[in-house]
């Protein structure tokens, strides 16, 4: 199995900056991307970004585009989402993941997610 545990959000203002982790431990090698979701109360879930571990490349939704920018560090099996010029539209549970791929025709997808998170919320006031 895979564990993942996301840290660093919380709540900030709009236009300010958050940076989430994801630690991945357990059967790593059984995937081969990793991605960040999100899901707003009321809402369905949303894909966000995801990156392949091989390295490039990397995929968002068009709402974050310029905004938010996924990497990640091999070594330390470590997923990282920064996310700036944050609005309350952002304001929402960001779920980390990991799976078999995380994009078809160039548009972040959860089909291919085996693994997930428990996630952590996010908050931004206006």
């Known amino acids: 199995q895979v564990q993942l545990v996301e840290s660093g959000g919380g709540s900030v203002q709009a236009g300010g900056s958050l940076r989430l982790s994801c630690a991945a431990s357990?059967?790593?090698?059984?995937?081969?991307?990793m991605g960040w979701f999100r899901q707003a109360p009321g809402k369905e879930r949303e894909e966000v970004a995801c990156?392949?571990?091989?390295?490039?490349?990397?995929y968002y939704t068009d709402s974050v585009k310029g905004r938010f920018t996924i990497a990640q560090d091999n070594a330390k099996n470590m997923v990282y989402l920064q996310l700036n010029s944050l609005e309350p539209e952002d304001t929402a549970m960001y779920y980390c993941?990991?799976?078999?791929?995380?994009?078809?025709?160039?548009?972040?997808?959860?089909?291919?997610?085996?693994?997930w998170g428990k996630g952590i919320l996010v908050t931004i006031s206006s």
């Open positions: 357990g059967y790593t090698w059984r995937y081969s991307c």
């Open positions: 990156i392949y571990t091989a390295g490039d490349p990397t």
């Open positions: 993941a990991a799976g078999r791929y995380c994009a078809i025709r160039g548009t972040p997808t959860d089909s291919g997610m085996d693994y």
